[in-house]
């Protein structure tokens, strides 16, 4: 680790019990290189979801070597925000598109889906596979939306019991 990612992460710690997700925002809007982002990640995602970071990485070799391009960095930082809004929530499946797009999918079977590509501005474009309550078909749900909105929406259409929960701090800040 760089004298720089020992720094940023001995600050961190020494404040991290008490960040808000506003306060995660603005820590990851000020940094500007990957490796930094990732090591913010780290510290910010319990030991229990640091396959996030596995994965990342894996994905981050395997575009320089096929696209030698590089990945979004406000891709990057748009899903680890929305993900930190989530508590608890099943592995999903991360990918990257040839753009450097971050993406997520968790599925159950064809009628309980989501699929989430993560674009700058902390923006999201998403889509929702529910069952219908009236006939054989899926509901399709799809739109672009900010992260912190979407995860407040999942909360209000109480679709995240098909994959996730949400964290305890969003819900206390974002009541009404």
């Given at each position: 680790?760089?004298?720089?990612?020992?720094?940023?992460k001995?600050?961190?710690?020494t404040?991290?019990?008490?960040?808000?997700i506003d306060?995660?925002?603005?820590?990851l809007s000020n940094l500007s290189?990957y490796?930094?982002i990732?090591e913010?990640?780290?510290?910010?995602?319990?030991?229990?979801?640091?396959?996030l970071?596995e994965?990342?990485?894996?994905?981050?070799?395997?575009f320089?070597?096929?696209?030698?391009?590089?990945?979004?960095?406000?891709?990057?930082?748009?899903?680890l925000?929305?993900?930190?809004?989530?508590?608890?929530?099943?592995?999903?499946?991360?990918t990257?598109?040839?753009?450097?797009?971050?993406q997520?999918?968790?599925?159950?079977?064809?009628?309980?889906?989501?699929?989430?590509?993560f674009?700058?501005?902390?923006s999201?474009?998403y889509?929702?596979?529910?069952?219908?309550?009236?006939?054989?078909?899926?509901i399709?749900?799809?739109?672009?939306?900010?992260?912190?909105?979407?995860?407040?929406?999942?909360l209000?259409?109480?679709?995240?019991?098909?994959i996730?929960?949400?964290?305890?701090?969003?819900?206390?800040?974002?009541?009404?």
């Amino acid at each position: 680790m760089s004298k720089q990612n020992s720094k940023i992460k001995k600050s961190y710690q020494t404040i991290l019990p008490d960040l808000t997700i506003d306060e995660i925002k603005n820590n990851l809007s000020n940094l500007s290189n990957y490796h930094d982002i990732i090591e913010f990640g780290k510290i910010v995602f319990p030991n229990s979801k640091h396959y996030l970071f596995e994965r990342i990485i894996e994905l981050k070799e395997l575009f320089e070597n096929e696209e030698n391009g590089d990945i979004s960095l406000e891709s990057l930082k748009s899903m680890l925000l929305f993900l930190f809004c989530l508590n608890q929530f099943n592995q999903p499946t991360i990918t990257l598109n040839d753009l450097g797009i971050f993406q997520t999918r968790w599925k159950k079977d064809r009628y309980n889906l989501l699929t989430t590509s993560f674009i700058k501005n902390w923006s999201l474009n998403y889509v929702i596979f529910l069952p219908s309550e009236n006939n054989s078909d899926r509901i399709i749900l799809n739109e672009s939306m900010n992260v912190l909105d979407f995860a407040g929406y999942l909360l209000k259409i109480n679709c995240q019991y098909l994959i996730l929960t949400l964290n305890n701090n969003y819900a206390k800040e974002n009541k009404n």
